[in-house]
């Protein structure tokens, strides 16, 4: 895992700065997180270097794809799926003029068929990195905290690898997050928590 605790991620979405890209620093970054990639074999911490630096090495290395997901209320549950044997939350890529909660709603829906989806309000975004077509690939996921008022009937989108729609609650929410993305588990464990 990549980890810069003191990152602000709003800095990915500001055009490059040439004068921070013609620096050492950037360079020296740019090189550690390439060789770190290549690897792969323990965590990448980068507390030290400079926010700037970092945004510019990650928007040079990596190609954007921006999704947005839900984590739906049922009474005293999280709506989850499992997609490709993995233990996930409904997400998905975010069409041209769509915006973050369009995308959200729209892709809770056509993965698990619940209908009559509410935004409640947003939560914080995930990063997973993956290696797409050989160009490292960052996908940005916004989240949203929803409830329906839909009776549970899913019907998971097979196409999309999703063999599964099910809740999680008390009894099986260890089981969820230890298997789930760690970048899901970490960033939205206290509000999965906090809804069961």
């Not at 040079?60 to 996930?88: H, K, M």
Request: one cysteine or more.
């Amino acid at each position: 895992m990549l980890i810069c605790r003191n990152f602000s991620a709003e800095l990915l979405d500001k055009p490059l700065d040439d004068a921070v890209m013609n620096t050492q620093a950037f360079e020296n970054t740019r090189d550690m997180i390439k060789r770190w990639l290549e690897e792969n074999n323990e965590d990448l911490v980068l507390d030290d270097v400079d926010d700037m630096i970092i945004a510019a090495v990650i928007n040079t290395i990596f190609r954007q794809a921006p999704a947005a997901g839900g984590v739906v209320i049922f009474e005293n549950s999280i709506l989850a799926i499992e997609r490709n044997g993995r233990p996930d939350l409904p997400k998905g890529h975010i069409e041209n003029n769509e915006t973050p909660k369009q995308a959200a709603l729209r892709e809770v829906m056509e993965e698990t068929a619940i209908e009559n989806l509410k935004i409640i309000k947003q939560l914080p975004s995930t990063y997973h990195c993956y290696l797409l077509d050989n160009q490292w690939t960052m996908k940005k996921t916004s989240w949203f905290l929803m409830s329906s008022d839909s009776e549970f009937k899913p019907k998971p989108q097979t196409e999309e690898g999703i063999s599964k729609v099910y809740l999680v609650n008390k009894d099986n929410v260890n089981d969820f997050l230890e298997n789930t993305f760690i970048s899901l588990s970490v960033t939205l464990k206290d509000e999965i928590l906090n809804q069961l």
